[in-house]
């Protein structure tokens, strides 16, 4: 996520570019693209391709189609083509890698490619920065707003469009909102048009990041670009406590994470025996209590005494289940537990004496302190003052 720009101060404090991933070297967006073909000559009667990759603010990235009189490459500021006037963004993927992009991306290489106007000039540049200065006053004043309009809804951010005419709010909300009047009494108090724009909880914790239970910034903010549906499903399969406070992120909603070792979790269990797997033996019914992958076991309670579990690995449920598919009972569940059990070993051993957390209430030797006061008297006082 670092740059240039984004290094340490003199004190030792963060000093941060303060773009939110938009300053000049590009190096702090996770949307980076490395540009693999950026030193590599076009073949000869070959014209470069004629569309762009623009960045805009808070990681929205467009394609744009660039006149035969342009030049352009990757870091130029430029304005190009909106609704309605235009927009100041930065290019961030030119050449034929643009081309495999927008077929990643599913974007038609048509007529209706909007268009980039020009090189932005110092003037655009200046009213475009004074622009996103104005972005976090106008954020609070809409939030207050809202709030004299008892909307249930957050504004979480605010973005400008390049000329200064457009700003689009980006919110969250519940339910549905009638912010008809919102818009009327903004519109009157800033002076231009606005755009009321609905995100989820992922996206907007994606754009104000944040620290997570891991000590980590969010992977939301660093380098996940897609957001994949999290189902209590994934939690279960991992064993983990169904705690909504501990699997929830800042979002509100399960945590991205528990999807990263799903796959694992699902390749492990698919040779352990069900979770409503029943072992039939002359003793009774057992049921499986508990399930450990990494160790292969498995905990079996009767029914009548569910209390008392017992220990097997899943080759032992395997050959208890085939024989009760055989209408064959084991004597009990005790016989295939006693293999399992365990010697318990000692992981600390106390190789210096200091497990002990008295050992500094022992009473001093007595015998020391007399030793030194003889020392003391047989000094001369030559020695001392030498």
Known sequence: MGCSSCSTGK?????????????????????????????MSLPNGEKPFDCVEVRFKNSRKEFFRVPEDISLSIGDIVATQAKSGHDVGMITLAGELVRIQMKKKKVANDDQLPKVYRKATQKDIDKWQKCR?????????????AILLRLQMKISDVEFQGDGSKATFYYTAD?????????????????????MRQIGYRQE??????????????????WLTDFRSVSTSAARYQQLSLNPQKLAGQCGKLKCCLNYELDMY???????????????????????????????????????DPSHWHTLTKDQVHEIITKNKKKEKVASLELYAVDNLEKETTL???????????????????????????????????QKNG
């Open 205 to 222: 914790a994606q754009r104000l990041g944040g620290i997570g239970s891991c000590g980590r910034e969010l992977c939301c903010s660093t």
């Open 266 to 304: 699902m390749d492990a269990l698919k040779d352990f025996p069900s979770q409503d797997s029943k072992l039939h033996t002359e003793k009774g019914t057992a049921f499986c209590q508990k399930t450990d992958i990494f160790k292969g076991l498995l905990w079996f309670s009767y029914k009548d």
């Open 175 to 195: 339910e549905r909102v009638d912010f008809r009047q919102l818009i009327k009494d903004m519109a009157k108090a800033f002076g231009i048009r606005i755009e």
């Open 133 to 145: 200065d104005k972005e976090d006053e106008i954020k609070k004043r809409s939030r207050e707003m």
């Open 11 to 39: 004190d030792g404090q963060p000093r941060g570019c303060k773009n939110n991933g938009t300053c000049g070297t590009d190096g702090c967006n996770k949307l980076t693209v490395f540009d693999w073909l950026s030193n």
């Open 348 to 382: 600390f051993e106390n190789t210096v004496g200091q497990d002990s957390l008295t050992r500094f209430d022992r009473p001093k030797n007595k015998n020391r302190r007399k030793k030194n006061k003889k020392r003391r008297k047989h000094i001369k006082p030559s």
